[in-house]
């Protein structure tokens, strides 16, 4: 199983970017994907989860900001981020839970300036 994502950049507060992350090889129908971030100095957190039922969690610093989606046909998983803040500035992981497995992509980061 392979994660890759895509999507990060450098933005202006206030600004919105879109992350990407496709998940290949053998995936599981039943799944949770999520996306994860690292700011510089601190430990990785979650920033939202969705299940391949539809159920989302989103952390409360990026609640009415952040919107996790996916299409299930495509195994990939998007990150609307709007509204963005200097305290987003970070890596973004993406991240996939099945059959009692997880598996991580490699990060992309995501910088927001004032």
């Known amino acids: 199983v392979q994660l890759q994502a895509y999507g990060g950049g450098l933005v202006q507060a206030g600004g919105f970017l879109r992350l990407s992350c496709a998940a290949s090889?053998?995936?599981?129908?039943?799944?949770?994907m999520g996306w994860y971030r690292q700011p510089p100095g601190k430990q990785r957190e979650l920033v939202a989860t969705?299940?391949?039922?539809?159920?989302?969690n989103y952390a409360d610093s990026v609640k009415g900001r952040f919107t996790i989606s996916r299409d299930n046909a495509k195994n990939t998983m998007y990150l609307q981020m709007n509204s963005l803040k200097p305290e987003d500035t970070a890596v973004y992981y993406c991240?996939?839970?099945?059959?009692?497995?997880?598996?991580w992509g490699q990060g992309t980061l995501v910088t927001v300036s004032s």
């Open positions: 991240r996939i839970f099945m059959a009692n497995r997880q598996y």
């Open positions: 090889g053998r995936i599981f129908s039943s799944n949770t």
């Open positions: 969705m299940s391949s039922g539809g159920s989302t």
